[in-house]
């Protein structure tokens, strides 16, 4: 496609939940980045892959959180046993060549743990 | 440490009016400089990219200058209307080992009429 789709826009989970955030790409884009924006401050940098191969994962928390970018499916991030500072906006970007280019964003999922 | 700061927080003006947007960085080695437009319950937009040997670009109504010996960047915004009411990220690209990509948190912009 020719935005960056997220789904769900919004996702509430009880604490100790898992959640589960979904990011299709723009057709034709090899690197997908995960960021959290907490409270409308600074994104945090999370994760990003080059086609289904993890680029640089030096923003993910070692626990709870995993990601994935398979063939022919939409990206995901999953947070296991969520937290309440988990509560944030994750937003999905994607861009044709990498890091350094400029960064197509979706709309973000707001996440609410409850 | 790689950071960007970006002032002032928040700011309001009247419709038609100009503003300037600062972001000061010390990202380095220094890659380039974007500005991003965030609206309300949206993705941030790219508006423009500075690399090292450019001073200033134009999109617009929309300024960016480029200071790399003083580390500084400004976005201009000519003629303000309401729909430029939104957050205004600046975005530090800086090559090491990979690339590194460091948010300011952003100035929020409220035009009103």
């Known amino acids: 496609g020719e935005e960056v789709a997220q789904t769900p826009k919004h996702l509430v989970r009880g604490e100790g939940q898992k959640a589960k955030l979904y990011c299709a790409p723009i057709?034709?884009?090899?690197?997908v980045f995960w960021y959290q924006q907490v409270l409308k401050n600074e994104f945090k940098f999370l994760i990003s892959?080059?086609?289904?191969?993890?680029?640089?994962e030096t923003g993910m928390p070692k626990e709870r959180f995993s990601a994935k970018c398979l063939p022919n499916s939409p990206c995901s991030l999953e947070i296991q046993a969520t937290k309440l500072e988990d509560s944030a906006v994750y937003f999905c970007?994607?861009?044709?060549?990498?890091?350094?280019?400029?960064?197509?964003f979706g709309s973000g999922t707001q996440l609410s743990v409850l | 440490k790689n950071q960007v700061e970006q002032s002032p927080q928040s700011l309001i003006i009247l419709e038609g009016k100009n503003c300037t947007l600062q972001?000061?960085?010390?990202?380095?080695?220094?890659?380039?400089l974007r500005w991003y437009k965030q609206d309300t319950g949206r993705g941030p937009v790219s508006l423009t990219i500075?690399?090292?040997?450019?001073n200033t670009k134009s999109n617009g109504r929309y300024t960016a200058t480029l200071d790399a010996d003083t580390k500084q960047s400004s976005l201009h915004i000519t003629a303000s209307q309401l729909s430029d009411s939104a957050s205004y990220i600046c975005?530090?690209?800086?090559?090491?080992?990979?690339?590194?990509?460091?948010f300011g948190a952003g100035t929020r912009l409220f035009v009103k009429a």
């Open positions: 057709k034709g884009h090899s690197y």
């Open positions: 975005v530090v690209s800086a090559q090491t080992g990979g690339f590194k990509t460091i």
């Open positions: 970007a994607s861009s044709p060549d990498g890091p350094n280019e400029k960064l197509f």
């Open positions: 972001c000061n960085y010390t990202v380095s080695p220094f890659s380039n």
């Open positions: 500075m690399t090292f040997s450019e």
């Open positions: 892959f080059q086609n289904e191969n993890v680029f640089d």
